[in-house]
Nanobody, 125 residues
Framework: QVQLVESGGGLVQAGGSLRLSCAAS????????VGWFRQAPGKEREFVAG????????SYADAVKGRFAVSGDNAKNTVYLQMDSLKPEDTAVYYC??????????????????WGQGTQVTVSS
């Protein structure tokens, strides 16, 4: 089964950028739908962005459209989440998750079978 490891989180000022990475082992990530989720303190985990099998399609939550971009690098077996124009409300633990299903990118977390451990993103005002 695939194992996922996120990296790239940190502390950034509002308006800044970060790029998160989701590196996979034990499987080829392009054979999965990959989603990025986040969970802020006291809130439920929510879908942020996703990329379909082979990287052909992407999907974004309304809150991040135009600011975040998800992409994949098959050679590195890694999916990225580029986050620009960050806001304090983007502060959360960010998780990547993978699902072996086909079709459209899912936003429900219970669809995803494999999860990383999460990486903290903190945006200061």
């Amino acid at each position: 089964q695939v194992q996922l490891v996120e990296s790239g989180g940190g502390l950034v000022q509002a308006g800044g950028s970060l790029r998160l990475s989701c590196a996979a082992s034990g499987g080829t990530l392009s054979n999965y739908r990959v989603g990025w989720f986040r969970q802020a303190p006291g809130k439920e985990r929510e879908f942020v962005a996703g990329i379909g099998r082979g990287g052909g399609k992407t999907s974004y939550a309304d809150a991040v459209k135009g600011r975040f971009a998800v992409s994949g690098d098959n050679a590195k077996n890694t999916v990225y989440l580029q986050m620009d124009s960050l806001k304090p409300e983007d502060t959360a633990v960010y998780y990547c998750a993978a699902d072996r299903g086909y079709g459209s990118i899912r936003t429900r977390e219970d669809v995803y079978e494999y999860w990383g451990q999460g990486t903290q993103v903190t945006v200061s005002s």
